[in-house]
């Protein structure tokens, strides 16, 4: 825009001035929309839309930084205006593109537009920053010939995906559940490569990748997957586990007009590339991709929206298909494409045989599938919890054994150990049964180490190695050995598994959560993608739909039946849902209000309230059709209230009033 400069043109002539729109950097949601600041003429140069200021709050007393979003035409009214106060940064951080889709997230959330803002645009560096201005340009990456033949091979197993990505198209794909050896010998999920050839394709045309992966172990294979491929220059790593100089140049190095390719966690998807060819998401059943700050934008949500905001393909893969997207697939607005050749591992629902024990929890048949596979190299016995003994109960009555200082469950760190708290870490020295009166204790599941100790009794000489949290494994050799592995924890495998043992599937199915079927054959459908072609895979002890899904590898067709079953219970993602928390007259007020702004609600649309502690939480089930003004009234209600509490409340200390809180596309019915 043109700098228009103060004008004076007489006695009695309006004052011409220049306007910046800015917004706050507040948690407060009254503070949530554009706060209008005159221009100093001193800083008329500096103070460009996307900048970093620094501006007067005038309610609050003091000074406070925010985003110049954009200019406003001259105004020559007489409404008074507080200035601008500084410039922070001469570098736009905040492009066009990205407060859109802030707004419109953070408006489909029943958000703030700065709660996304603070999560996509890092922390200022000041040495960093400094660098990046007196750096060249970053040049247009340049790929080989051989990386361009090598993309189109890949993307040539899926028949009409490479026409999906150029025409803008969103679909949805069934990654290879198998793993593939780099040139260097790395070893990576055959999903890595898949994902690389798209983002080397977008690369060719002149465009930008972001790509959204759950954790650094999938970056990491991602990264692998392209570091050969794509110019050093133009693969940008962004997660939150970089330092704080290294992430804020790698968001610098996005806003430039040179394409590049951004790989990292859910935060990724708001990266402000220039000429956006791709948006993909790998796995985003991963609860890890859900955004647990407020507003709490699914990284799937966000993708969405910057897809229907700026163009581009939009691409989901996994080796399992979420009931999200194949709603999505279902009302025709993601397209699946399938594979041109179907891939899948061999899957044994493995049971106990007659004459054996019911209870033992690896069959004959499974012990024997890893004698012959270990063989010739590695085993992966996959459990569902950590350490030794996570769960201890009475030996007598079988009550679940609880602290008696804070009531938290107790677990035994090794056979023989004193029995410790899991919350309080206090060590139950003279514990007795509340029930009976019993003093013994007897372990209810086997963790990862208990699990690993007893299969290294059953297989003598044989390497055991332990992958969960407190053991973190990225990579284990072709040789022989048993790898006892949390769910989501499980290393790669030179070479691939020559077999999969997936044991605690019927104690991981009783999780008290909607999901949890889908859920649990993403873990396993994961864990058998690492399995080498040919090697089967034994899935123990479970029974029914998922079980069928997984020996039969159709998962998309498990999410369609899930998503038949949960429509006429109104169930998510069928419908969305929202929490409204807080005290009882606030609560009840935004569900009045709701009723007088959405009428097409159903009588059955609120579950609740019900008591929470000191506030109650309701649900509110509406359809998609009615979101915007649901969730339209529930952000009225939260600054409503927002305002009124900060007046004294009678009866009550000043800044004890609890707020009203408000989460859409909460990811179950749990009151």
């Not at 009555?397 to 029995?419: D, F, I």
Request: hydrophobic share 45%; glycine share 8%.
């Amino acid at each position: 825009m043109t700098a228009v400069h103060d004008e004076d043109h007489g006695p009695g002539a309006a004052r011409v001035r220049r306007v910046a729109r800015v917004l706050i950097e507040s948690p407060l949601p009254q503070l949530d929309r554009l706060f209008d600041y005159e221009i100093p003429a001193e800083l008329a140069h500096e103070a460009l839309p996307g900048v970093r200021v620094r501006v007067p709050l005038r309610s609050a007393g003091r000074v406070v930084d925010g985003l110049l979003v954009e200019v406003g035409e001259p105004d020559a009214s007489d409404r008074p205006l507080s200035q601008l106060e500084a410039v922070v940064s001469p570098v736009p951080v905040l492009t066009p593109a990205l407060y859109s889709l802030a707004r419109r997230a953070a408006d489909r959330a029943a958000g703030s537009a700065g709660d996304i803002l603070r999560l996509a645009i890092p922390k200022r560096m000041v040495r960093a920053e400094k660098a990046w201005l007196a750096a060249d340009p970053p040049p247009h990456p340049a790929v080989e010939d051989e990386h361009v033949q090598w993309a189109d091979a890949v993307l040539a197993a899926y028949p009409g995906l490479t026409q999906a990505l150029d025409g803008g198209e969103r679909v949805a794909l069934d990654a290879p559940p198998v793993p593939a050896a780099l040139a260097d010998g790395a070893v990576v999920g055959s999903w890595a490569l898949l994902l690389a050839a798209a983002a080397t394709h977008a690369l060719v045309a002149g465009r930008s990748t972001v790509i959204a992966v759950p954790d650094h172990r999938d970056r990491a294979q991602l990264e692998a997957a392209l570091g050969a491929r794509v110019p050093a220059d133009a693969l940008v790593r962004d997660d939150a586990k970089q330092s704080g100089p290294a992430r804020y140049a790698a968001f610098l190095r996005t806003l430039a007009d040179a394409p590049c390719v951004v790989i990292g966690n859910r935060s990724a998807v708001y990266a402000p590339v220039s000429t956006l060819g791709l948006v993909a998401l790998w796995d985003d059943g991963d609860p890890l991709l859900a955004e647990p700050l407020s507003p709490g934008v699914h990284a799937r949500d966000a993708a969405l929206l910057r897809q229907e905001l700026e163009g581009g393909a939009l691409l989901f893969a996994g080796h399992t298909r979420t009931t999200d997207v194949e709603r999505l697939v279902g009302v025709g607005w993601v397209r699946d494409v399938p594979p041109a050749r179907r891939v899948s591992p061999r899957v044994v629902l493995s049971a106990t045989r007659e004459g054996e024990s019911h209870s033992a929890r690896v069959p004959s048949s499974v012990f024997a599938a890893a004698r012959e596979a270990l063989a010739t190299g590695p085993v992966l016995v996959q459990v569902a919890r950590p350490g030794y003994a996570p769960v201890l109960v009475c030996a007598q009555c079988r009550h679940p054994a609880r602290c008696a200082h804070c009531g938290g469950p107790l677990h035994a760190a090794r056979h023989g150990a004193v029995p410790t708290c899991s919350w309080c870490g206090r060590s139950a020295h003279a514990w007795t049964c509340p029930q009976c009166s019993s003093t013994m204790l007897r372990m209810a599941s086997s963790g990862s180490e208990r699990t690993a100790d007893e299969l290294g009794r059953a297989f003598p000489g044989i390497r055991v190695i332990v992958a969960d949290g407190d053991h973190p494994v990225a990579e284990v050799d072709g040789r022989p050995a048993l790898v006892v592995a949390t769910r989501g924890a499980e290393p790669l495998a030179a070479g691939g598994y020559r077999a999969v043992i997936l044991l605690d599937g019927d104690r991981m199915l009783m999780a008290d959560d909607l999901r949890i079927g889908e859920s649990c054959l993403r873990w396993w459908s994961n864990a058998a993608a690492l399995a080498a072609p040919g090697a089967p895979v034994h899935l123990v002890g479970v029974t029914g739909d998922v079980a069928r899904a997984l020996a039969t590898w159709t998962q998309a067709a498990y999410a369609r039946a899930e998503l038949a079953d949960r429509a006429p219970l109104r169930m998510p993602p069928t419908v969305r849902v929202a929490a409204v928390e807080g005290p009882r007259r606030a609560v009840d007020t935004a569900l009045q209000e709701l009723r007088r702004a959405v009428p097409e609600l159903d009588a059955d649309a609120v579950l609740g309230p019900l008591a929470r502690e000191d506030t109650v939480r309701a649900l509110v089930r509406f359809e998609y059709g009615l979101g915007a003004r649901v969730t339209e009234s529930l952000r009225a209600s939260v600054v409503g209230h927002a305002v009124k509490g900060r007046r004294p409340v009678k009866g009550r200390p000043p800044g004890t009033a609890n707020t009203l809180k408000v989460r859409v596309d909460v990811p179950d019915l749990d009151l």
